[in-house]
C-alpha cells in the first residue's frame, strides 16, 4: 500500500519530532524537491513552525490537565476544583499555647485582657510573640485577677477595614496577607461611620441552615494563596448595605516556626498593671503551613463523600485532617473493638457509643489537652447524635533489632565497616517508609531480605527482634502501672529461663525505702513481674510478687510501688521506664492507636566474614545506632 507523504503526523508535539514532520512534508511536495532544508532559511522557518506548534500542543495539554482535579498541577486550579466539592482549603495555622496569667493589683475590682496583647516567648534562640484575640476580662479576688487558660497564638495581631459600596460591582473583601491563619478571623460588620454599632457574622459552610437574616461570611482561597470573604445575597444569608464597614481581625503568623514555644512573658503592662505573672498551661503547638495540592487533591473527594457526616472510620480520617492539619496519620476505632481506660490506657474492653481517635501528629508531639477539646468539639456538629468521639494518645512500640550479618569478601571491595553502615541505611529507610504509621506491620522475613539485599556480598543474616515501650511513673506516689504490647511474648513452657531473668528486662529506678540500690525488673517465667538489685553482679530480689505478665496477650501489670527516682536511659536523663521483652512471634502487629518504630539507637548491625565460602579466617564489624565502629560493641538494655 503507496503511503500518502503528503501526510502530517499530528500527534506528535515534541519539538525535534514536529520540526521533522514539517521537513518531510515539504520534501514530499513537488515544489520544494531542490530545496537544502538544513543549510538554507528554510531551517530557521521549520524552527519557528515547529516551536510554535509545540508551544501550542504543551498549552493545550497543560488546559486539559488543570480541567480535572487529579491532573491538576497548578494551586488555583486545585482550590477551584476543591471548592466545586464544597471543601475548604486549610489556611496557614498559628502556633497556639494556653497560660494563665495573674495582674497584682489591689484596687481594680476587674482587669481586662484586651485582644491583641502581646506576650513573648522564643525557639532556639529565635523571638516570637504570641497575642490573644478576643478581650478576657475577671474579677479582683483580693490583691489579684486570675485569668485561666488564655489561648494565644503566634503571630501579629491585624485589623482591616472595609467600607462597602454596592455601587461598585467588583468590590471584594479580600484578606490582604497570604499568611492569615483564617481560625483566628474574627468577621463584625458596623452599621456606618457615623454608627458604631456592629454586629458579629459568623462562617458557614453550610447553607441549608443559612435564613435571608442570617449574620454569616463564607471563605474561599483565591490568588495568590490569600483568602477572600463574601456574604449572603438576601436570600441566603444576610446581604450588606452601601456604608456598611466590614472589619476583618486575624493573625498573621509564622505558621510551625514557634511550635514547642514554653516559656512566655508579658511584653508590657496588662490593663495599667505591671506586676504580671505568666505561666504556661500548654506549650505552642499546631503551627503549620497552608494545605498542599498533595492533600488537598486527596482530602476533597474524601470530604464531598462524606456528605458533612462522621459516620465511618473515613469519614473521621477526613474530618480529623480538616481541622489539626499537622496530623501525619490517624487511627479511629470504634468502641465496639476497644476502650480507653484514663490509668491503663486502650483496652480491648468494648464501650459502645464511642469511638476513638488517635492522632499522629507532624511535630512528634501529643495533641495539648486544649486541642484536644478544641478537636472533639469541631467533630461534635458533624457525628452522628449518639456517638461521641474520644481522642487518645498514640503509643510507640519500639522494635530493637539485632542484625548479625555474614559477607564474602571476594565479591565487594567493601570493608566491614562500609558494609555495616550500607545495612544500617537500609534500616533507617524501612523504618521511615514501612513504619511509623497506625497500622504499619513489621514483617521479619522482608527485613532480612532487605539486607540481603543490601549489597551483593552479603550470604545470609540473622536478626533478632526485642520489643520496647515506655511508661511514666508519678513519683514519690505508690501507685500501679498497667504496660500493654498487645503481641504474645516468648514462653516455651512454665518457668522459662526463670533464673536468669525471664523475657523481660527494664531500665533503672530507685524505690523509696532505698535510696543507693539500683533497681530493675525481670519475670520469673511464671507470669510474676520481680524487683531486684545488683550486689556484686548478683540479682537480689526485693519483690517476688511485685506483678503480672501475661505471655499470651503481653499485658503487663506492675504493683502499686512507690518509685522516687529514675535512671539514665540511653546515656541521656529520662522521665521514663523502658520495659523490653521477647516477642513470641518474629512478626509484630500494631493494634488500635499503637505505632511501631524502630529504636535505631540501640539496634546493632554485625557483619562477619562468611568463612564457609571464603575459606579463611572471619573478621567482624558492629555498628550501634547509626554509628559505624571498627570495633564489636552491644547496646545494653538494662543496666545489668
Same mark, same amino acid.
Given at each position: 500500500?503507496?503511503?500518502?507523504?503528503?501526510?502530517?503526523?499530528v500527534?506528535?508535539?515534541?519539538?525535534?519530532?514536529?520540526?521533522?514532520?514539517?521537513k518531510?512534508?515539504?520534501?514530499?511536495?513537488?515544489?520544494?524537491?531542490?530545496?537544502?532544508?538544513e543549510?538554507?532559511?528554510?531551517s530557521?522557518?521549520?524552527?519557528?513552525l515547529?516551536y510554535?506548534?509545540?508551544?501550542?500542543?504543551?498549552?493545550?495539554?497543560?488546559?486539559?490537565?488543570e480541567m480535572f482535579?487529579?491532573?491538576?498541577?497548578?494551586?488555583?486550579?486545585?482550590?477551584?476544583?476543591?471548592?466545586?466539592?464544597?471543601?475548604?482549603?486549610?489556611?496557614?495555622?498559628?502556633?497556639?499555647?494556653?497560660?494563665?496569667?495573674t495582674?497584682?493589683?489591689?484596687v481594680?475590682s476587674?482587669?481586662?485582657?484586651?485582644?491583641?496583647?502581646?506576650?513573648?516567648?522564643?525557639?532556639?534562640?529565635? &523571638?516570637?510573640?504570641?497575642?490573644?484575640?478576643? @478581650?478576657y476580662?475577671e474579677?479582683?479576688?483580693?490583691?489579684?485577677?486570675s485569668?485561666a487558660?488564655?489561648?494565644?497564638?503566634?503571630?501579629?495581631?491585624?485589623t482591616?477595614?472595609? %467600607?462597602v459600596?454596592?455601587?461598585d460591582?467588583?468590590?471584594?473583601?479580600?484578606?490582604?496577607d497570604?499568611?492569615?491563619?483564617?481560625n483566628t478571623?474574627?468577621?463584625?460588620v458596623?452599621n456606618?461611620?457615623?454608627?458604631?454599632?456592629?454586629?458579629?457574622?459568623?462562617?458557614?459552610t453550610?447553607?441549608?441552615?443559612?435564613s435571608?437574616?442570617?449574620?454569616?461570611?463564607f471563605?474561599?482561597?483565591v490568588?495568590?494563596?490569600?483568602?477572600?470573604?463574601y456574604?449572603g445575597?438576601?436570600?441566603?444569608?444576610?446581604?450588606l448595605?452601601?456604608?456598611?464597614?466590614?472589619i476583618?481581625s486575624y493573625?498573621?503568623?509564622?505558621?510551625?516556626a514557634?511550635?514547642?514555644?514554653?516559656?512566655?512573658?508579658?511584653?508590657?503592662?496588662?490593663?495599667?498593671?505591671?506586676?504580671?505573672?505568666?505561666?504556661t498551661?500548654?506549650?505552642?503547638?499546631?503551627g503549620?503551613?497552608?494545605?498542599t495540592?498533595a492533600?488537598?487533591?486527596?482530602?476533597?473527594?474524601?470530604?464531598?463523600a462524606a456528605?458533612?457526616?462522621?459516620?465511618?472510620?473515613? @469519614?473521621?480520617? %477526613?474530618f480529623?485532617?480538616?481541622f489539626?492539619?499537622?496530623?501525619?496519620?490517624v487511627?479511629?476505632?470504634?468502641?465496639?473493638n476497644?476502650?480507653?481506660?484514663? %490509668?491503663?490506657?486502650?483496652?480491648?474492653t468494648?464501650?459502645?457509643?464511642?469511638?476513638?481517635?488517635s492522632i499522629?501528629?507532624?511535630?512528634g508531639?501529643?495533641?495539648?489537652?486544649?486541642e484536644k477539646?478544641?478537636?472533639?468539639?469541631n467533630?461534635?456538629s458533624?457525628?452522628?447524635?449518639?456517638i461521641?468521639?474520644?481522642?487518645?494518645?498514640p503509643?510507640?512500640?519500639?522494635?530493637?533489632l539485632?542484625?548479625n550479618?555474614?559477607?564474602n569478601?571476594s565479591?565487594?571491595?567493601e570493608?566491614?565497616?562500609s558494609?555495616?553502615?550500607?545495612?544500617?541505611t %537500609?534500616?533507617?529507610?524501612?523504618?521511615n517508609?514501612d513504619?511509623?504509621q497506625?497500622n504499619?506491620?513489621f514483617?521479619?522475613?522482608?527485613?532480612?531480605?532487605?539486607?540481603?539485599n543490601?549489597?551483593?556480598s552479603?550470604?545470609?543474616?540473622?536478626?533478632?527482634?526485642?520489643?520496647g515501650?515506655?511508661?511514666?511513673?508519678?513519683?514519690?506516689?505508690?501507685?500501679?502501672?498497667?504496660?500493654?504490647?498487645?503481641?504474645?511474648?516468648?514462653?516455651?513452657?512454665e518457668?522459662?529461663?526463670?533464673?536468669?531473668?525471664?523475657?523481660l528486662?527494664?531500665?533503672?529506678f530507685?524505690?523509696?525505702g532505698?535510696?543507693? &540500690?539500683?533497681?530493675?525488673?525481670?519475670?520469673?517465667?511464671?507470669?510474676?513481674?520481680?524487683?531486684?538489685?545488683?550486689?556484686?553482679?548478683?540479682?537480689?530480689?526485693?519483690?517476688?510478687?511485685?506483678?503480672t505478665?501475661?505471655?499470651?496477650?503481653?499485658?503487663?501489670?506492675?504493683?502499686?510501688? &512507690?518509685?522516687?527516682?529514675?535512671?539514665?536511659?540511653?546515656?541521656s536523663s529520662?522521665?521514663?521506664?523502658?520495659?523490653?521483652?521477647?516477642? @513470641?512471634?518474629?512478626?509484630i502487629i500494631?493494634v488500635?492507636?499503637?505505632?511501631?518504630?524502630?529504636?535505631?539507637?540501640?539496634?546493632?548491625?554485625?557483619?562477619?566474614?562468611?568463612?564457609?565460602?571464603?575459606?579463611?579466617?572471619?573478621?567482624?564489624?558492629?555498628?550501634?545506632?547509626?554509628?559505624?565502629?571498627?570495633?564489636?560493641?552491644?547496646?545494653?538494655?538494662s543496666?545489668?
Amino acid at each position: 500500500m503507496a503511503i500518502d507523504d503528503k501526510r502530517l503526523i499530528v500527534s506528535d508535539f515534541d519539538f525535534d519530532d514536529v520540526k521533522s514532520n514539517l521537513k518531510l512534508f515539504l520534501e514530499a511536495q513537488t515544489e520544494f524537491t531542490d530545496y537544502d532544508f538544513e543549510g538554507s532559511g528554510m531551517s530557521v522557518l521549520l524552527d519557528i513552525l515547529a516551536y510554535n506548534t509545540h508551544y501550542l500542543g504543551f498549552n493545550m495539554n497543560m488546559l486539559a490537565n488543570e480541567m480535572f482535579l487529579d491532573s491538576s498541577s497548578l494551586r488555583s486550579s486545585v482550590v477551584s476544583h476543591a471548592k466545586t466539592l464544597g471543601y475548604e482549603v486549610a489556611s496557614v495555622r498559628a502556633a497556639k499555647a494556653e497560660v494563665d496569667v495573674t495582674l497584682f493589683d489591689s484596687v481594680k475590682s476587674t482587669g481586662t485582657i484586651p485582644a491583641g496583647t502581646v506576650f513573648n516567648a522564643s525557639v532556639d534562640s529565635t &523571638n516570637f510573640q504570641f497575642v490573644t484575640i478576643t @478581650d478576657y476580662t475577671e474579677s479582683n479576688t483580693g490583691s489579684q485577677i486570675s485569668f485561666a487558660n488564655v489561648p494565644i497564638y503566634e503571630g501579629t495581631f491585624v485589623t482591616t477595614r472595609i %467600607t462597602v459600596d454596592k455601587t461598585d460591582v467588583e468590590q471584594r473583601f479580600v484578606i490582604p496577607d497570604n499568611r492569615v491563619d483564617t481560625n483566628t478571623l474574627i468577621v463584625k460588620v458596623q452599621n456606618s461611620a457615623s454608627d458604631t454599632t456592629s454586629t458579629s457574622y459568623t462562617k458557614t459552610t453550610d447553607i441549608s441552615q443559612v435564613s435571608s437574616t442570617s449574620a454569616n461570611y463564607f471563605i474561599q482561597e483565591v490568588e495568590n494563596g490569600k483568602h477572600e470573604i463574601y456574604f449572603g445575597d438576601g436570600v441566603v444569608g444576610k446581604a450588606l448595605s452601601t456604608g456598611n464597614i466590614v472589619i476583618m481581625s486575624y493573625v498573621v503568623t509564622n505558621s510551625a516556626a514557634a511550635n514547642t514555644a514554653s516559656i512566655f512573658s508579658n511584653s508590657a503592662a496588662i490593663d495599667t498593671v505591671i506586676d504580671v505573672t505568666v505561666s504556661t498551661v500548654s506549650p505552642a503547638s499546631g503551627g503549620a503551613a497552608a494545605e498542599t495540592i498533595a492533600s488537598i487533591k486527596f482530602n476533597a473527594p474524601l470530604d464531598y463523600a462524606a456528605q458533612s457526616r462522621c459516620v465511618t472510620a473515613e @469519614d473521621y480520617k %477526613t474530618f480529623v485532617k480538616r481541622f489539626y492539619p499537622n496530623t501525619q496519620a490517624v487511627s479511629i476505632f470504634g468502641g465496639e473493638n476497644g476502650s480507653f481506660d484514663g %490509668t491503663v490506657g486502650v483496652v480491648s474492653t468494648p464501650e459502645y457509643g464511642k469511638v476513638f481517635i488517635s492522632i499522629k501528629s507532624t511535630t512528634g508531639n501529643n495533641l495539648t489537652d486544649s486541642e484536644k477539646t478544641t478537636l472533639v468539639n469541631n467533630l461534635a456538629s458533624f457525628t452522628v447524635a449518639s456517638i461521641t468521639p474520644v481522642i487518645v494518645d498514640p503509643e510507640t512500640l519500639f522494635l530493637i533489632l539485632d542484625v548479625n550479618a555474614q559477607f564474602n569478601s571476594s565479591l565487594t571491595t567493601e570493608t566491614p565497616n562500609s558494609i555495616a553502615s550500607l545495612v544500617n541505611t %537500609t534500616l533507617i529507610n524501612f523504618n521511615n517508609d514501612d513504619l511509623q504509621q497506625f497500622n504499619s506491620v513489621f514483617r521479619h522475613s522482608k527485613v532480612v531480605s532487605l539486607i540481603d539485599n543490601t549489597d551483593k556480598s552479603i550470604t545470609s543474616n540473622v536478626t533478632k527482634i526485642t520489643m520496647g515501650k515506655f511508661f511514666t511513673p508519678t513519683l514519690s506516689n505508690s501507685i500501679g502501672y498497667t504496660v500493654n504490647f498487645n503481641n504474645a511474648f516468648f514462653h516455651p513452657h512454665e518457668g522459662h529461663n526463670g533464673a536468669n531473668g525471664g523475657v523481660l528486662a527494664s531500665t533503672g529506678f530507685k524505690v523509696s525505702g532505698d535510696t543507693v &540500690n539500683e533497681q530493675f525488673f525481670d519475670d520469673d517465667g511464671n507470669g510474676n513481674l520481680r524487683i531486684f538489685y545488683l550486689l556484686a553482679g548478683v540479682r537480689t530480689y526485693i519483690d517476688n510478687t511485685a506483678g503480672t505478665i501475661n505471655y499470651g496477650t503481653g499485658e503487663i501489670k506492675i504493683n502499686p510501688v &512507690n518509685i522516687i527516682s529514675i535512671s539514665d536511659v540511653d546515656g541521656s536523663s529520662s522521665e521514663q521506664i523502658r520495659i523490653t521483652v521477647t516477642p @513470641d512471634s518474629q512478626d509484630i502487629i500494631p493494634v488500635r492507636n499503637q505505632i511501631i518504630e524502630l529504636d535505631l539507637v540501640n539496634t546493632t548491625v554485625s557483619v562477619l566474614q562468611d568463612t564457609i565460602s571464603t575459606s579463611s579466617s572471619g573478621t567482624s564489624t558492629t555498628t550501634a545506632g547509626n554509628s559505624v565502629s571498627g570495633v564489636s560493641s552491644s547496646s545494653t538494655i538494662s543496666s545489668y
